[in-house]
């Protein structure tokens, strides 16, 4: 059965630096999601993506995040500068055609800034 | 702003019983429902869902109820079996805004 996969899964950094989190969403999906869910919280949305660009972005989707689909099968999450409260589970999620909104999500990143 | 809430944090049931937990909206935009299950450490994974034009969708094991003018749905799961131990959430989307907005999640545990 297809399946989102995401890597690395924990990501340890030093706050400031960049970090680029990778998905490879479901090969025939159409569209991409990114979540982060802050230890003992509420999953968030952070962004969703179709026909190669950003359909959406919540108020947490600030200028330090950005998304891109750089091949035919990636989806990457760039945040610029991490802060310490940037650190959470991030998941990446896609869907298929517009009739069906169920979202496959991936095991997600473990983000730590240190 | 909890749009959608998970009131019980935690639930226990004895394996073969009926499983129910619970999920209140305050949107009435929202038109399509869904309820995951996770485990720790992993990602959250698809279980049923339910449109607004629905009262009831069912799929093996598990049933989801929708009462619009309550606000409210259900996920049944009968009999309910050692595995379904693991945190349910409940997820809701509007119209064209495909962003799901997720519950608090509820935690079940199945006691042998």
């Known amino acids: 059965e297809p399946e989102v996969t995401q890597t690395p899964s924990h990501q340890v950094t030093q706050m400031g630096q960049e970090v680029i989190l990778r998905c490879v969403p479901i090969s025939n999906h159409l569209y991409f999601y990114w979540y982060r869910q802050i230890l003992g919280q509420k999953v968030e949305f952070l962004v969703s993506f179709y026909n190669n660009e950003i359909s959406e972005k919540s108020e947490i989707f600030d200028d330090q995040f950005s998304v891109e689909r750089p091949d035919g099968s990636n989806f990457t999450l760039k945040i610029r500068s991490t802060k310490l409260e940037d650190s959470a589970m991030y998941f990446c999620a896609s869907r298929g055609t517009s009739g069906r909104r169920e979202q496959y999500f991936g095991p997600g990143t473990r983000l730590t800034v240190t | 702003d909890q749009q959608v809430k998970q009131n019980s944090p935690s639930l226990s049931v004895q394996e073969g019983r009926i499983s129910i937990l619970n999920c209140d909206y305050t949107?009435?935009?929202?038109?399509?429902f869904l309820w995951y299950k996770k485990y720790p450490a992993e990602g959250p994974t698809f279980l049923i869902s339910i449109s607004s034009i629905k009262d009831k969708n069912e799929d093996g094991r598990f049933t989801v109820f929708l009462n619009k003018s309550a606000k409210h749905l259900s996920l049944h799961i009968v009999p309910s079996q050692p595995g379904d131990s693991a945190v349910y959430f409940c997820a809701a989307s509007e119209g064209s805004n495909y962003q799901l907005i997720w519950g608090a999640g509820t935690k079940l545990i199945i006691k042998p």
């Open positions: 949107n009435s935009m929202f038109d399509y």
